[in-house]
């Protein structure tokens, strides 16, 4: 069975951090994209980064750009997303997505799983 589970999320205070992570099983994510995808209440999803499988090249949006960083660990078959300077703006159910045709994109209808998703909330 293909899975992706993402954890990490949670609440932080404005300027905090917190560190989410995509786990698969029954593949090996090493050979997909991965993405990173958030959706706050009432709006439409949205790309915040990806990283190739390839060569590794990254894509941020450009809200989180200087803030975030994706990265792999492919011994724990994991990709994680650590978010820095945490703002109420950052706050949303963040999912994780993996992408069979290795390059990524910032559109969700283009990758193949999706994990169920995790809090982010950030306030004071």
């Known amino acids: 069975q293909v899975q992706l589970v993402e954890s990490g999320g949670g609440l932080v205070q404005p300027g905090g951090s917190l560190r989410l992570s995509c786990a698969a099983s029954?593949?090996?994510?090493?050979?997909?994209?991965v993405g990173w995808f958030r959706q706050a209440p009432g709006k439409e999803r949205e790309g915040v980064s990806y990283?190739?499988?390839?060569?590794?090249?990254?894509y941020y949006a450009s809200a989180v750009k200087g803030r975030f960083t994706i990265s792999r660990d492919n011994d724990q078959n994991t990709v994680y997303l650590q978010m820095n300077s945490l703002q109420p703006q950052d706050t949303a159910v963040y999912y994780c997505?993996?992408?069979?045709?290795?390059?990524?994109?910032?559109?969700?209808?283009?990758?193949?799983?999706w994990g169920q998703g995790t809090q982010v909330t950030v306030s004071s």
């Open positions: 029954g593949f090996t994510l090493a050979y997909y994209a």
């Open positions: 990283i190739s499988s390839s060569d590794g090249s990254t």
């Open positions: 997505a993996a992408d069979g045709s290795g390059y990524g994109s910032r559109w969700p209808e283009t990758y193949d799983d």
